[in-house]
Each structure stands twice: as C-alpha cells, then as structure tokens.
C-alpha cells in the first residue's frame, strides 16, 4: 500500500476535535464569502456573523482568535495582513484578514 494513503489529513484535523462545531461554523462562513469573490474578511465580520446564533452568544474575540490560529496551523485557512490606512501600530497589528 501506498505509505501516502496511510498519513493523516491535517486539513481534516478540525472535523474531529471536540470544538469541532466552532471550526466548522467560521470555515462555512468563510467559504460563503468565497464563493461570493470576498476573499479578505475582517475579524469583526466573522464575529459579528457567529454572534448571530444563540451558541455563540457568549463567544469572545480572543476565542475567535485562538480559534483562527488554530484553522491557520492546520492549513483551512491563510492569514493576510491587511496593509491599509492605520493610526496606530496596535491598530495595524489588529487589522488581519484572513482569505479561505
């Protein structure tokens, strides 16, 4: 047998963990803003949308970070610093997108 086919998918890593449910719901909006050509989203955008379900009512933006850290180590998603107009250097660090 191929030693390929025995190697796990670290891109599937996500689908069996226990926050599972959390990544999935940030990689269905990402992918709804994808297949509308919007390929760079704001934190707030992602989080606004998540608090819109009663399950993440309670959700908080370092969550929504820990979480994207997490999607980005496992390969679902690519960050991209977003290099418009800022006022601060706190402002610049903040201001990341993320593109599916």
């Known amino acids: 047998m191929n030693e390929q086919l025995l190697k796990p998918i670290q891109e599937a890593t996500y689908l069996t963990v226990s926050n599972a449910w959390r990544y999935r719901s940030i990689l269905r909006y990402v992918y709804l803003q994808h297949e509308r050509l919007r390929y760079y989203i704001v934190l707030e955008e992602i989080l606004q949308f998540l608090k819109q379900d009663l399950h993440f009512r309670e959700y908080t933006e370092e969550q929504l970070l820990q979480d994207l850290d997490q999607l980005v180590s496992w390969k679902n ?3 991209r610093q977003d290099t418009g ?16």
């Open 85 to 100: 107009r800022v006022s601060s250097i706190e402002e610049f660090k903040k201001r990341k997108s993320v593109i599916s």
């Open 77 to 79: 998603l690519i960050p």
